[in-house]
């Protein structure tokens, strides 16, 4: 079993900064690829990004390419999501993922074994 838990998340206007956080527990953290997942709305959950075991290599959205960074702590069982320009369309609950199975990274949520509960980020214009 793996826990997830999210923080971070807040108001803030546009062209600002939040960092995102998740803290991980219960099988060593360094054994498998994280991935952060969004949800607004209306709208279906949509991949973010992804970091490999070991924070080697990395996925982005195109939509936040050049804006967001993720990277991971494995002493600190963290993952991290920085977003920087926010625009409105950000706005979102902003949810980690951890996928037990190894291989290249993915965008689909459906490979992803274990959720947070998600934090809200709001971006106002």
């Known amino acids: 079993q793996v826990q997830l838990v999210e923080s971070g998340g807040g108001l803030v206007q546009a062209g600002g900064s939040l960092r995102l956080s998740c803290a991980a527990s219960g099988r060593t953290f360094s054994s498998y690829p994280m991935g952060w997942f969004r949800q607004a709305p209306g709208k279906e959950r949509e991949f973010v990004a992804a970091i490999s075991r070991l924070g080697g290599s990395t996925s982005y959205a195109d939509s936040v390419k050049g804006r967001f960074t993720i990277s991971r702590d494995n002493a600190k069982n963290t993952v991290y999501l920085q977003m920087n320009s926010l625009k409105p369309e950000d706005t979102a609950v902003y949810y980690c993922?951890?996928?037990?199975?190894?291989?290249?990274?993915?965008?689909?949520?459906?490979?992803?074994?274990?959720w947070g509960q998600g934090t809200q980020v709001t971006v106002s214009s």
């Open positions: 993922a951890a996928r037990m199975t190894m291989g290249p990274l993915t965008t689909h949520s459906a490979l992803y074994d274990y």
